[in-house]
């Protein structure tokens, strides 16, 4: 890409080119070797000079006859800025506007510099050479993430296309989800929008282009015959219309793979002049054309979907926290003389579908976790909702049993019955009463002091699968020193790198082995032991552990 | 997973191969007992035999297609579930729920 300053200079006929200012004193004038020569009788032989200066670049007036105008204000000398439009007295048939130095749309352009101009034929390969720019420009924003609207990428390729072609206007336009194309953008020779109504198009042509897939141009004279009558009526002279594809990398059987081509829309180029350069344009040119037009457009569509992929991690990273948030931490876990808890819960993806719930409240001590089936978005969302029911139950003063039973019929009646709920909820008195539902989950281990372990089972159903489903209470009698070990599924499935689990048993003993221990190192033990165990594998679902000590 | 299925008179018997967890498997399970409960096909014999793994999806996937069969009149069974799909379907409460056999001849004559 270019860093140098440079003019941009449209003559009276239209055509465009870019010169960039790599002298220190840069002239300009109607003397022929002058660096800007200006073929008009009122600009003077030596009209003006443009000196840089410490980076800086004055326009010069040289003692012209008509004077030198920058946005329209006589100078003598005057520093110039970026898009600032010069004018020679006398000479307004010429456009010229300065662009400053590092200005990287400016650049882009410039890259192009000079392929329409009417100084000759350009050799193709100089001109794909050229073209190829535009699709880098694409990938390089992609590379350093800058934000690239797919509109600008539009006008990008539009601009470069009729400088390329040396047509007047051109205009995109994209398939939508159906087959009907939509306007996307119009553009002029120099670089203004097109209303969509100010551009009427041939459709014949069009048509054409997509029923054949390949570029189509139509040379036009009053002469030619009756099927080119719409053209005509419009008083076209030269159109060229370039279909747009994305290209798609199709693996097939073996190891060879092909490149696929899919129709994304279409590139239309028109030129009223009679002696338009569209109609000299070489078909390589062309091609180039299609396909450099083709892949920045698919850079852009790629740098888009990478764009909305960053904003969707973000949407995740905020339901984690909300997650997160959710759940009792140690600053917020209840604790008591006669107990410690301890909870922790790790999410396979950045939500899940586990949840644990501890509240202190006046009949005692709520002790929730929750797996609902299935794992990420969709399951949490079920998660917060059943967390929500289960809180609002146990504070309206519900039992263990009503609760279940009352998240049963919500949840039956409210999700898509493909997923269901395992619960153990249990409430804690302070004399160690312990009362528990477990309606369809992996029952917690109780490791007792005196060395005895329980599982705490009834075989209940999972909640949301049936609306029969009936819930009791099992009271336990809890002694200091015992352990109730309360975890979900992704505990002992957690799998290895040679497909074993986790396991019931290797659970169990680390609990009993370790139940002398507070609940706070039993949990960190055990969550420890699962990652060592999974050690490099990828964890594949959620785990969360809820440990009951009693003092 | 694959499922073939074979009519034993008016029991549909779906031979599940493969791992029955979380994904397509559960999907096509699923899309499978809608397809037969809409062709008139309402009692299925799910046939676990063959499958090695099963998650709470899994056993997601069959509850609705127990629950989608009893709504239309229609019954689902379990053919020789795993040691594995049995302890599953043991802490979940399900084996109250589902009627499982070790006999196929047994399995289709219970309908």
């Known amino acids: ?551 | 997973m694959d499922i073939n299925l074979r009519s034993e008179g008016n029991v549909t018997i779906l031979d599940l191969q493969g791992n029955l967890t979380i994904g397509a498997a559960e999907e096509s399970l699923r899309q499978r007992v809608e397809q037969l409960l809409a062709t008139d096909k309402k009692y299925l014999l799910v046939n676990l035999a063959n499958v090695p793994m099963i998650d709470s999806s899994g056993i997601g996937s069959l509850v609705k297609s127990f629950t989608h069969a009893k709504n239309q009149g229609g019954k689902v069974k379990l053919l020789k579930p795993t040691k594995l799909a049995q302890q599953l379907l043991s802490i979940t409460g399900l084996l109250s729920v589902f009627e499982t056999f070790d006999d196929e001849a047994t399995a289709v004559a219970s309908f």
Not at chain 1, 92 to 117: K, R, T
Not at chain 1, 182 to 210: H, M, P
Not at chain 1, 322 to 350: G, M
Not at chain 1, 359 to 373: K, P
């Open chain 1, 1 to 551: 890409m270019q860093s140098t300053a440079c003019l941009h200079v449209t003559d009276s006929f239209g055509i465009r080119r870019t010169v960039p200012l790599l002298k220190p004193v840069f002239t300009i004038g109607r003397k022929v070797d002058s660096d800007l020569h200006i073929m008009s009788t009122t600009v003077s032989r030596d009209h003006g000079e443009i000196v840089c200066e410490n980076g800086i670049y004055y326009l010069v007036d040289k003692g012209s006859k008509s004077g030198i105008f920058i946005n329209g204000q006589r100078v003598e000398r005057t520093a110039l800025s970026n898009l600032d439009r010069i004018t020679l007295g006398g000479a307004d048939e010429y456009q010229i506007q300065f662009i400053a130095a590092n200005n990287q749309q400016a650049d882009q352009f410039s890259s192009i510099d000079g392929l329409s101009s009417g100084e000759g034929q350009l050799a193709a390969a100089t001109a794909k050479e050229k073209l190829k720019n535009l699709a880098r420009y694409v990938e390089i924003n992609q590379a350093f993430k800058f934000s690239l609207a797919p509109d600008d990428v539009l006008t990008l390729v539009v601009d470069a296309a009729v400088e390329l072609a040396g047509a007047e206007r051109g205009l995109i336009m994209l398939k939508g989800d159906g087959d009907s194309l939509a306007f996307k953008v119009a553009r002029d020779n120099r670089r203004n929008n097109v209303e969509q109504r100010d551009f009427a198009l041939s459709t014949r042509v069009v048509r054409q282009v997509l029923a054949e897939n390949r570029t189509v141009i139509l040379n036009t004279t009053p002469g030619d015959d009756q099927q080119m009558q719409s053209v005509y009526n419009l008083s076209l002279h030269t159109v060229i219309c370039i279909p747009l594809h994305q290209f798609l990398m199709q693996a097939t059987v073996g190891v060879t793979s092909t490149l696929q081509r899919k129709l994304l829309g279409i590139l239309y180029l028109d030129s009223r002049r009679e002696t338009g350069h569209l109609s000299q344009t070489n078909s390589r040119l062309l091609d180039s054309l299609a396909f450099e037009a083709s892949k920045a457009l698919e850079n852009a569509r790629l740098l888009h979907e990478e764009q909305e992929k960053q904003r969707l991690e973000r949407e995740f990273e905020m339901a984690r926290s909300v997650q997160v948030a959710l759940l009792p931490t140690s600053d917020n876990i209840p604790q008591s003389k006669h107990f410690e808890l301890a909870a922790q819960s790790l999410p396979c993806r950045y939500v899940g579908g586990d949840f644990y719930d501890l509240m202190a409240l006046q009949g005692g001590t709520v002790l929730t976790l929750c797996d609902v089936s299935g794992k990420g978005i969709s399951a949490a969302l079920l998660a917060s909702v059943a967390q929500g029911v289960i809180e609002a139950q146990f504070y309206a003063g519900a039992s263990p049993a009503e609760v279940s039973t009352t998240l049963n019929r919500v949840v039956v009646n409210r999700s898509d019955a493909n997923r269901f709920i395992t619960m153990f909820c249990s409430v804690l008195g302070d004399d160690g009463n312990f009362s528990w539902v477990n309606a369809g989950h992996n029952p917690p281990i109780l490791a007792r002091q005196t060395g005895e372990v329980e599982m705490l089972s009834t075989s209940s159903l999972v909640l949301g699968a049936f609306d029969f489903a009936e819930y009791c209470v099992t009271n336990t009698r809890l002694s200091p020193g015992d352990v109730v070990f309360i975890f979900s599924d992704g505990v002992t499935e957690a799998t290895n790198g040679s497909d074993q689990m986790f396991g019931d048993e290797r659970l169990q003993n680390l609990v009993q082995r370790n139940k002398d221990r507070s609940a706070q190192e039993i949990k960190d033990l055990v969550m420890s032991e699962v990652l060592a165990f999974t050690h490099g594998v990828p964890q594949g679902d959620d785990i969360t552990i809820v440990a009951l000590k009693m003092k």
